[in-house]
Nanobody, 127 residues
Framework: QVQLVESGGGLVQAGGSLRLSCAAS????????MGWFRQVPGKEREFVAA????????YYADSVKGRFTISRDNAKNTVYLQMNSLKPEDTAVYYC????????????????????WGQGTQVTVSS
């Protein structure tokens, strides 16, 4: 079991930056591949970024590639999402997710592949 708590959301102007954090409970954080997703009202939750257990590999949605960076600190049980050059269309509730895996080299991009979810943090980008 792992519990996830996101923080760092807020209101920012277009072109600005935010860094989201997701703190995980438990002592086996390094056993989990992690991901970030986002959702706007009336739409499905969509993939943003993913990272392997060790942090050695990452993967991004095309819409955020080159602007967002996912990283993790296993010593601090935390995964981050650095968001730069923000656009109004990035406005959403952002969720972190965890999946227990024995594979060190896999990341996951589907909501159905994750076992645990945080409560979400709102990001609003004004034009």
């Amino acid at each position: 079991q792992v519990q996830l708590v996101e923080s760092g959301g807020g209101l920012v102007q277009a072109g600005g930056s935010l860094r989201l954090s997701c703190a995980a409970s438990g002592r086996t954080f390094s056993s989990y591949a992690m991901g970030w997703f986002r959702q706007v009202p009336g739409k499905e939750r969509e993939f943003v970024a993913a990272i392997t257990r060790s942090g050695g590999s990452t993967y991004y949605a095309d819409s955020v590639k080159g602007r967002f960076t996912i990283s993790r600190d296993n010593a601090k049980n935390t995964v981050y999402l650095q968001m730069n050059s923000l656009k109004p269309e990035d406005t959403a509730v952002y969720y972190c997710a965890a999946r227990s895996t024995r594979s060190g080299g896999n990341y996951y991009t589907s909501i159905y592949e994750y076992n645990y979810w945080g409560q979400g943090t709102q990001v609003t980008v004004s034009s």
